[in-house]
């Protein structure tokens, strides 16, 4: 299944790059031009080298100790996010309706959370986990849980994750139901004939043909998770102490807090490309596996 | 499929009962009044009210913020469907001089935290005159959901068999009749689902689109945060609102339904 070699499938892509580089490649210059600029009084800018960059990447610096440490808080928190999220996901796909009135109806429910603006999310969880007027925190404490999303660093830790588990599982839910319909009855009733049990039909029919969605949804996730911004500023400010700090939270009071434009900008340069090395890895990894079964 | 078993449904059942306490509790602020709601904890209204409701249908900044950002999403749902189908074709087809890169480097514009791109964003739409509009909202949001778009219609393409193609080339069509007239129909359940998605990513996002707005544009998420400053919380207020932005949504969804029931497994199957 090789696919021919046309040189003009540019001319169909040219619209999405021209409508892309618009949107990317100025504010994208911007970001380097600072990146290597120090700024002295009212825009006086004089060439900085690579001084910001060095800074950042040693953890020895105090920049560099702040940088390295929102990068592992922020690397735990998609690890454990995407760690419940998936396998929760897949599981509520495989029991959700196949017929009936009921399936829009619970579709409609499940992307009730992800339909929701971003700082909506936030406010919602401001009040409902707290311990006194919410009923979140209001049901923990009531179970005799030291939980206090405003001054205990795990509890906040925690209640983001649990944010992002309400409002993203949904993303995942839906891509695998849609992968598990599609798949034809066909293979269900030729694994009945071969006897397979439950799980085994899951791995070796269910599983295969969820991958492409999957390589979707996980990377989605991925990168929104490593993005996150909205939901911790709105409901722990990044805090208690720095305990939920992530990457996006630490720049933006670096670059507007202590409007420092150059340290801003080369951490969010790093920060960028850890993020397309990371997600680079895991796609080519998928890709590879995706090739390799089709051989 | 085989028949779902009780255990499947009551972990459904709890799933979905988890998923909706926040909203409800979100729909139960909203009829009370704010000092109901910071008195104490109470599992539902006792006093239930429409008049935060009332107070928003009758305001004309929130209409007009409410309009504002349907018509900003609706644009950029357009916009990035339509380019996105004959680049999603492209990349399942054809090989050509940098595809995989091209594939990749769209891919990473997800990647850039709009925390960080929104002042360069500001500067950008100021300089060309768009700043204020809602076409400046439905452009930026653009960088966003075209790859997204062509992401996942690039699955599509790649169930439609490629015979399909061949047989309208011998049959005498050119390329655009060929697409419009044959391919397009063949993929709709594809449109649906990418148009979902472009719309649900646009109508959320409000970081840009607080950015690159003032006054005749402003979007229904930024009049939420004005009423974070004005005397206090306006928890009453802010909830009622946050019920109205869930409507729109829902009411996509469920025109989407079908494509999603349908189900799609993006590649061969």
Known sequence: ?295 | MTRTGVLPRIGLAIYLLALMLPIYWLVNMSLRSNEDIMSGLSLWPHHPSLGRYFFIFNDSTWVHAFGVSLTYVAINTVISVTVALPAAYAFNRYRFVGDKHLFFWLLTNLMAPASVYAMPFFNLYYAIGLFDTVWAVALAHCLFNIPVAVWILEGFVSGVPREIDETAAIDGYSFPRFFIRIFLPLIANGIGVTAFFCFMFSWVEQLLATTLTATNALPFAAVMTRSYSAAGMDWSLLAAAGVLTMIPGAVVIWFVRHHIAKGFALGRV
């Open chain 1, 1 to 295: 299944m090789d696919k021919p070699l046309n040189n003009r499938a540019w001319l169909l892509v040219a619209p999405v790059l021209l409508f892309v580089l618009f949107s990317a490649l100025l504010p994208m210059m911007t970001v380097v031009n600072y990146s290597v600029q120090d700024q002295m009084g009212e825009n006086h800018f004089f060439w900085n080298g690579d001084a910001w960059f060095r800074d950042l990447l040693n953890p020895a610096t105090e920049v560099g100790a702040r940088f390295a440490g929102a990068l592992v808080r922020n690397l735990a928190f998609s690890v454990t996010a995407l760690l419940i999220e998936v396998p929760l996901g897949i599981a509520v796909a495989l029991c959700l309706p196949r017929k009936g009135w009921t399936v829009g109806a619970t579709l409609v429910v499940i992307a009730l959370p992800m339909l929701i603006p971003w700082n909506v999310v936030g406010t919602i969880w401001q009040i409902f986990a707290r311990q006194d007027i919410g009923l979140f925190g209001a049901a923990l404490t009531g179970l005799g849980l030291h939980y206090n999303d405003t001054q205990d660093p795990v509890s906040a830790w925690c209640t983001i994750v649990i944010i992002d588990v309400w409002h993203w599982t949904p993303l995942v839910v839906l891509l695998s139901y849609a992968g598990l319909r599609a798949i034809p009855d066909a293979f269900y009733q030729a694994a009945r004939i071969d006897g397979a049990g439950r799980w085994a039909v899951f791995i070796n029919i269910e599983l295969p043909k969820l991958h492409k969605v999957l390589v979707i949804a996980i990377l989605l996730r991925f990168m929104q998770t490593f993005m996150i911004y909205t939901e911790p500023f709105v409901v722990t400010g990044g805090g208690p102490g720095n305990a939920t700090t992530f990457l996006s939270i630490d720049l933006v009071k670096i670059a507007l807090g202590q409007v420092d434009l150059g340290n801003a900008a080369s951490m969010s340069l790093i920060y960028n490309l850890i993020t397309i090395t990371l997600s680079w890895i895991f796609f080519t990894i998928m890709t590879q596996l995706d090739r390799r079964r089709e051989e």
